[in-house]
């Protein structure tokens, strides 16, 4: 089955810096890639997708890089603010296939 | 994004009790629920896959009698954890998938149901 690796754990960055979350997958054929963001007590959110078609797609502050010969995906978030604290995962399906979650990145931003 | 709903979104009862999760999807018919499990400081464990009108399909490991789900509409996924004990105690989470075809089969979690056994 697939195995999704997402590193770091836990990320530090002042305020107004970039963060930057990597994955890698395993199952090649793997064609979708979403990024959930969950606060403390909450469900994760839906920030960012990225389908195998594409190499890269942004949303203003926040973007999401593939490569799929290598087999990695990227979150990418510049000028980072204190509300984007949170713990982001990572996830990968195949088709309509169940997600594999990574097991998380935790982001503090400090003002 | 589209919106799905948890009901409650805390629940305490005494062992030995069984207690119902509702999961609805607000603004899309879902065809296909999942149903997770959280355990603090860790990441999303699938618990079943539950499609209207069939039977759950469920994780390895995991107990179906225990673990009774059923998705009888749409718009509605419920899961009960039957007998529960104290180890059943966690933060449970639904998502649904939204089939329109501008969503391209993209998954909306409901904000949790956090329980605790006693």
New interface residues.
């Given amino acids: 089955g697939e195995n999704v690796e997402q590193h770091p754990s836990t990320l530090s960055v002042q305020e107004g810096d970039s963060a930057v979350i990597k994955c890698t997958y395993s199952d090649s054929a793997s064609n979708?890639f979403?990024w959930?963001k969950q606060e403390l007590?909450?469900?994760?959110?839906?920030i960012i997708?990225i389908?195998s078609n594409v190499g890269e797609k942004k949303d203003q502050r926040i973007a999401v890089t593939l490569n799929k010969t290598a087999k990695h995906f990227s979150l990418h978030i510049t000028e980072t603010q204190p509300e984007d604290s949170a713990v982001y995962?990572c996830a990968a399906a195949a088709?309509?296939s169940?997600?594999t979650?990574?097991?998380?990145t935790m982001l503090l931003v400090s003002p | 994004g589209a919106v799905v709903s948890q009901h409650p979104s805390w629940v305490i009862c005494k062992s030995g009790t069984s207690v119902k999760i509702e999961c609805r999807s607000l603004d899309f018919q879902a065809t296909t629920m999942f149903w997770y499990r959280q355990f603090p400081k860790q990441s999303l464990m699938l618990m079943a896959t539950s499609n209207e009108g069939s039977k759950a399909t469920y994780e390895q490991g995991v107990e179906k009698d225990k673990f009774l789900i059923n998705h009888a509409s749409l718009t509605l996924s419920t899961l009960t954890v039957t007998s529960a004990h104290p180890e059943d105690s966690s933060f449970y989470i639904c998502s649904a998938r939204d089939p329109r075809p501008r969503a391209y089969g993209e998954q909306f979690f409901g904000p949790g149901t956090r329980l605790t056994v006693l």
């Fill in positions: 979708y979403p959930y007590g909450k469900g994760p959110q839906l997708d389908r995962f088709g309509y169940t997600l979650f990574g097991k998380g």
